[in-house]
């Protein structure tokens, strides 16, 4: 169930000052109550109010302040004044004639759901809600409602208007962004970059010997043999002085 935010109050039939129909229009914020006038003893409240949208109602929480009956009807904004409502919920008892003569349980809480609302009505989108509560026990207390949460039957019915276009573009985009995940270096399928940092060993190795070869071939080999060190005898009280030569057999490279 998607809430369904009341966009503003079309019209309403009487209103306590230090207590407006404005405050049921966001109710998380707790203002209080919308009143009835202390000087109304008419004993009913009607209200008009628009929703954000047209949408098919799943259920209306209701916070009751001293009505003893309470009517829901729909309609849509598209429509002439002239135009009657349609009855979403039935005239519904909140308070019994009792609790309204010895002004108990005027706080009660009410949520009305598909199988409180009339078959006609429900299943269908609106975006008009008239209220109208009445208080016809008593004519001493001002009444009115705690207040109200009207909760789409649509968990989101912004995704089933969804544009093709931006389909194929989040496809696209979803491609592209699996092509990067499943190749996470793409500079790597560069040739230049590859013949460059990383060439194919057999082609390298090739490479080398081709360069290598020539020149070897312009040197010619020779071995020789020398002593490996010689001793000197030093001073008195010197240790004997070593004196490192060529290697016994060592490689000379002389140019052919």
């Known amino acids: 169930m998607a809430p369904v935010k009341i966009s503003h109050v079309v019209s309403f039939s009487s209103q306590d000052p230090k207590y407006p129909v404005e405050n049921l229009l966001n109710p998380d914020r707790q203002r209080g109550p919308w009143l009835s006038c202390p000087q109304d003893k008419s004993g009913q409240l009607k209200l008009e109010l628009q929703l954000e ?6 259920y209306i929480h209701v916070g009751n302040c001293g009505c003893a009956f309470l009517q829901i009807d ?4 598209s429509w002439s004044l002239d135009r009657p409502f349609v009855t979403l919920l039935p005239a519904t008892m909140l308070m019994s004639l009792a609790d309204s003569k010895q002004g108990k349980n005027r706080s009660g809480v009410r949520m009305f759901k598909d199988d409180d609302f009339l078959a006609p009505a429900s299943g269908e989108s609106w975006d008009r809600l008239r209220l109208t509560c009445s208080q016809p026990f008593t004519r001493h207390q001002s009444f009115g409602l705690a207040f109200l949460r009207v909760c789409s039957s649509v968990d989101a ?3 089933l208007m969804v544009d093709p276009s931006a389909l194929v573009s989040s ?17 790597m399928a560069n040739p230049s970059i590859r013949r460059t940092f990383f060439p194919d060993p057999q082609t390298y190795v090739a490479a080398r010997m081709e360069v290598s ?5 312009s040197f010619s ?18 240790p004997q002085l070593i004196t490192y030569g ?9 140019l052919s």
């Open 53 to 58: 949208r047209a949408v098919p109602i799943g």
């Open 74 to 77: 729909v309609g849509r904004s």
């Open 157 to 159: 019915l912004d995704d």
């Open 171 to 187: 496809g696209l985009s979803q491609g592209s962004s699996n092509a990067s995940e499943s190749d996470p270096s793409p500079w």
């Open 213 to 217: 070869q020539p020149l070897f071939s």
């Open 221 to 238: 080999w020779e071995r020789k043999t020398t002593k490996s060190f010689t001793g000197l005898q030093g001073p008195p009280g010197f």
């Open 246 to 254: 060529a290697p016994k057999k060592f490689q000379s490279l002389r």
